[in-house]
């Protein structure tokens, strides 16, 4: 008996609790909040990346998918919608993230390997350079590697694609990817892509 009216006294401050919030309209806040995230236009990103690049002229193809910031690392993630193939542009807070010499360096697999470690932000078992070479795209020459790699920490275990660096207006570099499944990577994507970024 004591245990059911404390699960009856806890039930009522729960409902109290809620519609003490909702009178607020704290509930009423924070969905439009998720509503707002959820709903973000593709003229809205435009705007928000506009400091950096221009993305008015990407055609319907793709779809702009996020405007980030990860430990003070601006990323703008793009998606080709029959592909699946993604677009990650990456402002770094430091200039030295990855350089255009570094594209074309010799322990280039050994810088990529570091940055990697260093943010963590998925497990790599393998990475392989597969070549090294440049696309007109950002309204520049973009030096890139392409890359194979090995995943350990998702459901899609191999991957491909390609890894290179612009320089913005600022100054700053931009690093630029593009990657898919092993197989279905396609430069063709990631270079119209890319050509109409600006």
Not at 28 to 52: A, M, R
Not at 166 to 194: C, D, T
Request: proline content about 2%; hydrophobic content about 40%; aromatic content about 8%.
């Amino acid at each position: 008996m004591k245990g059911c009216l404390s699960f009856i006294f806890k039930t009522i401050i729960a409902v109290l609790v809620f519609f003490g919030l909702l009178h607020l309209g704290v509930i009423d806040f924070i969905k439009d909040k998720i509503d707002e995230h959820k709903g973000t236009s593709q003229e809205k990103i435009y705007e928000d990346t506009k400091d950096i690049i221009d993305l008015t002229e990407i055609d319907d193809e793709y779809t702009i998918d996020k405007n980030l910031k990860i430990l003070q690392n601006r990323m703008i993630v793009a998606e080709h919608n029959s592909t699946g193939q993604k677009m990650i542009m990456i402002e770094p807070r430091k200039g030295d993230f990855l350089t255009k010499e570094d594209i074309n360096a010799e322990d280039l697999q050994e810088k990529i390997e570091k940055l990697i470690n260093k943010y963590r932000v998925v497990k790599f078992d393998k990475i392989q350079i597969v070549k090294k070479d440049t696309f007109k795209g950002v309204g520049q020459e973009v030096p890139y590697a392409k890359v194979k790699a090995e995943i350990s920490s998702l459901p899609i275990k191999d991957v491909e694609g390609i890894v290179g660096v612009a320089e913005l207006k600022n100054g700053k570099n931009l690093i630029v990817v593009s990657v898919n499944e092993k197989g279905k990577y396609s430069q063709i994507i990631a270079e119209a892509f890319y050509s109409q970024v600006k």
